[in-house]
T-cell receptor, first 113, second 113 residues
């Protein structure tokens, strides 16, 4: 069964600090991997999307990396801000699966002043 | 564009009642998805449409759930009869084509008493 596992489940950091969120997946074959940010009470919003041939993708202070050999991805947040407090969800899709996505359970990040 | 629009934003109902959730996708998007999100199970795909046609409904939990898309700008998800275990946040998302980023609505928070 295709799975996407994220760690840690939750994380608390101080404002201004960096952090890294992890995503391991077993989806194979693999098409692309997305990181979504979900603020409390809102729908997920796409941060990055990477195909199997890409190693890194940045979106402002967010940088996602991908190692397709080890089936691991990370999302690094630099100089965290209070507004980064949210859940971050890793989503993997397989080729020829239409729009079928496999979602991770998410990491809940809290940034404290 | 106003993005994906969902209504109602909140719904509280009693067990056994019929519940209808509504979604207006982003204009020009050919794919529409219904998701359910709970703390225990995270985000789950229920069903998705392409050009108003249901493509995959394998995620629909049981016969109590049904979804329709009568035209390109409107979809409904109906639960009849509702049960307490249906309590969750239901998201609608749309995308312009297969494999592209999905844009989520704000969700409908359903509580079945």
């Amino acid at each position: 069964k295709n799975q996407v596992e994220q760690s840690p489940q939750s994380l608390i950091i101080l404002e201004g600090k960096n952090c890294t969120l992890q995503c391991n997946y077993t989806v194979s074959p693999f098409s692309n991997l997305r990181w979504y940010k979900q603020d409390t009470g809102r729908g997920p919003v796409s941060l990055t999307i990477m195909t199997f041939s890409e190693n890194t993708k940045s979106n402002g202070r967010y940088t996602a990396t991908l190692d397709a050999d080890t089936k691991q991805s990370s999302l690094h947040i630099t100089a965290s801000q209070l507004s980064d407090s949210a859940s971050y969800i890793c989503v993997v899709s397989a080729p020829n699966a239409g729009n079928m996505l496999t979602f991770g359970g998410g990491t809940r990040l809290m940034v404290k002043p | 564009d106003a993005g994906v629009i969902q209504s109602p934003r909140h719904e509280v109902t009693e067990m056994g009642q019929e519940v209808t959730l509504r979604c207006k996708p982003i204009s020009g998007h050919d794919y529409l998805f219904w998701y359910r999100q709970t703390m225990m199970r995270g985000l789950e795909l229920l069903i998705y449409f392409n050009n108003n046609v249901p493509i995959d409904d394998s995620g629909m939990p049981e016969d109590r759930f049904s979804a329709k898309m009568p035209n390109a700008s409107f979809s409904t998800l109906k639960i009849q009869p509702s049960e307490p275990r249906d309590s969750a946040v239901y998201f609608c998302a749309s995308t312009v084509s297969s494999g592209e980023t999905q844009y989520f609505g704000p969700g409908t928070r359903l509580l079945v008493l």
